[in-house]
């Protein structure tokens, strides 16, 4: 069972254009989200983050927005680059059921966004 | 400063064997996660310690254990391998174990099991 997901595998966007890309989650537990990306050969990189008292939150050309009431976030690029282009994976925690338990990621299957210049 | 490193970088196995994986965290960092990613999913939470303790640990089988060191290093172990354990085992490491700092994940090791 997907409790977070991404539903493009894959999106193709002009250099200087707009990226959206979207993620869907069932886990109403989860109060925090956060974006990570991922070139070939290396680990993920957090990109930008979003707590769940929020429902925007901005950080250069990056921008995250959180519809909590459809269980639902989107990331923004403006302007697309060229080096914009890896997968992106959405990410949502939850506190560990017990005090100074692990706070788990739990990830999507990731969206491959291409930057065309 | 170094980032997350992982080793070995690939490595191929036979079923039934046994593999140790290893990750040493940024520094400072007390707290370390494995994840497994399979070919066109995300990663996956296998385990996470924090201060030589295991604080969580995912939907795996008891086939696979880890543990953590006095200077933070961690290791991953899979037992009696099979085929769908081939994956990206990535390691991530944060300051804390339940605050809402972001993990730093290093390169992973690609595991192939023939």
């Known amino acids: 069972d997907q409790q977070v997901k991404q539903n493009s595998p894959s999106l193709s966007v002009q250099e200087g254009r707009i990226s959206i890309l979207n993620c869907d989650y069932t886990?109403?537990?989860?109060?925090?989200f956060l974006w990570y990306k991922k070139y070939p050969a290396e680990g993920p990189t957090f990109l930008i983050s979003?707590?769940?008292?929020?429902d925007k939150n901005e950080d250069g050309r990056f921008t995250v927005f959180l519809n909590k009431s459809a269980k639902h976030l989107s990331l923004h690029i403006v302007p697309s680059q060229p080096g914009d282009s890896a997968v992106y994976f959405c990410?949502?925690?939850?506190?560990?059921?017990?005090?100074?338990?692990?706070?788990?990621?739990?990830f999507g299957s990731g969206t491959q966004l291409t930057v065309l210049p | 400063d170094a980032g997350v490193t992982q080793s070995p970088t690939h490595l191929i196995k036979t079923r039934g064997q046994h593999v140790t994986l290893r990750c040493s965290p940024i520094?400072?960092?007390?707290?370390v996660s494995w994840y497994q990613q399979v070919l066109g999913q995300g990663p996956q939470f296998i385990f996470q310690?924090?201060?030589?303790?295991?604080?969580g640990r995912g939907n795996f089988p008891d086939r696979f254990s880890a543990r953590q060191f006095p200077n933070y290093s961690s290791e991953l172990n899979v037992n009696a391998l099979l085929l769908g354990d081939s994956a990206l085992y990535l390691c991530?490491?944060?300051?804390?174990?339940?605050?809402?700092?972001?993990?730093?994940f290093g390169p992973g090791t690609r595991l192939t099991v023939l």
């Open positions: 991530a490491s944060s300051l804390q174990v339940s605050s809402y700092n972001e993990q730093f």
């Open positions: 886990n109403s537990m989860f109060d925090y």
């Open positions: 979003i707590s769940s008292i929020k």
């Open positions: 990410a949502a925690s939850n506190t560990g059921i017990s005090s100074g338990s692990a706070r788990q990621l739990t």
């Open positions: 520094s400072g960092h007390k707290s």
């Open positions: 310690y924090y201060e030589k303790e295991e604080r």
